[in-house]
Structure formats: C-alpha cells, structure tokens
C-alpha cells in the first residue's frame, strides 16, 4: 500500500533561525497530535547542517531540493547526494518545474540524477508536470509518459518503490491556480497505470504520488479525497506553520 507523504518546499526562503524557529513550533505541534503522514521538509542548503540535530529524534524527514549526479568533482556551485545525505536528508527533490525550466535541466539529466540519488541511498522525489500550452494541446498524457520513460530509464523494478513521484503541473506552480481534484486524479490514474505496465503491479503498488501546485489549507481535503492521491508537495503554504498544521491535518 502507497505511503502517505507531504513534503514542504521552501524553496529559497527561510534563513537557519527562521528554520530552526519553524521546526521547533512544529515538533511542538506534532507532540499532541497523530498525523497519518510521513512529513518532509526541504530547507534551502544552508539550514541542512542546524535542522539536522533539531529533527533526528523526531519523525520528520529532511530532503535536499536538488542535487549532482556527479558523487564529487570540480563544478563550483553543486552539491552531491552524498553531502545531502551527509547534512541528514533521506530524501531529493528531483526535476522540479522550476529546475527545469530556469536551469535547462532536460529529462536525460534528471534521470542520472534518479540513479545518482537511489545509489547514494537517497529516495528520490521525481517531478513531473505539463504547461499550460500542452495542457490546453491535450498533450498532457503524451508529455508525462515520456517523462516517466525518460526520467525513470535504467531504474531497476527493486528500486521503483523507493521512488515518490510528484505530478505538479507547470501551470499551477506558484499562480495560485491548482488543478481540480478530478485533474489530478486523472493524471495519477494514469501514472500509476504507466507504472503498472513497465514495472508490474507488485513492483508498484507501494509507489506514492503526490500532487503539487498551490496546495493549500483550502483545497488540502478535496485534493487528499481523491484516491489515487498520495499526498502533497507543498510550497508557499509551507512556508507558515498554521498552513502548514492544518496542511497536516486534513480531513
């Protein structure tokens, strides 16, 4: 049975205090309640080294937002999935809309960096998502399916199920626009079909997908009714811990 994730992204936000401030409210939080939810936070780099000591007694996870798939080697800038696993992550963001669409990364990069992160220990959070034009194309199935054909090349039926895959439609990142619960659905059926095909039912049937785009306290319960829906990649919302609570704790 799929796992139950939220992942909170916070992108370029948040300085180490304001991090270690939002962990400890949380914990604090979490401390009277019961989240049916593996919780996972993404801090910008620099708070990685201070989470870590604040979250390994906890149940909270920490993943790194993106990654090389070089182990180590001259490329000012980078940071390798070791060190992240070093700083205390379990967990990637891997081929982000915003990776790919401000730093050119095509589907062969963020394929090796899949290898890279599942052979460094890491589970990867894989993204995947159309834009508007090819949504509004109706080629949405046809630019997911190569996503995953192309993102998921070489990876081993063992190892599909380390593996959360995050459909995140590009043109709801960041507009406040967010696909219906329906949408969402659809795609999710869809990729878990894809899956089914290429890795065999057993292989797969522990894969979680999430949904990301604009997910917030207000469409948090329609979207987690749905039932091929396996949690959340969390952005702004993330970045207030009341948001984030009742992100949590949704119905």
Known sequence: ???????????????????????????????????????????????????????????????????????????????????????????????????????????????????????????????????????????TFRVISRQLKEGLNKVAAGDIKKIIIAYEPVWAIGTGKTATPQQAQEVHLFIRKFLKETYGEKETAAVSIIYGGSVNAENIDSLMAQSEVNGVLVGSASLDLTAFLRILNFK
């Open 1 to 139: 049975m799929a796992e139950t994730i939220i992942v909170a992204n916070w992108k370029m936000y948040k300085t180490i205090a304001q991090a270690i401030e939002f962990a400890r409210g949380l914990k604090h939080a979490l401390s009277a309640k019961t989240v049916l939810a593996t919780i996972v936070i993404a801090p910008p780099f620099t708070s990685l080294g201070a989470l870590k000591p604040e979250l390994q007694a906890s149940a909270i996870g920490l993943a790194g937002q993106n990654m090389n798939a070089a182990q180590q080697g001259a490329m000012t800038g980078e940071i390798a999935g070791g060190m992240l696993q070093d700083a205390g992550c379990k967990y990637c963001i891997i081929g982000h809309s915003e990776r790919r669409l401000h730093f050119g990364e095509d589907d062969k990069q963020i394929n090796a960096k899949v290898i890279a992160a599942l052979g460094c220990g890491l589970r990867p959070i894989f993204c995947i998502g159309e834009t508007l034009a090819e949504r509004e194309t109706a080629a």
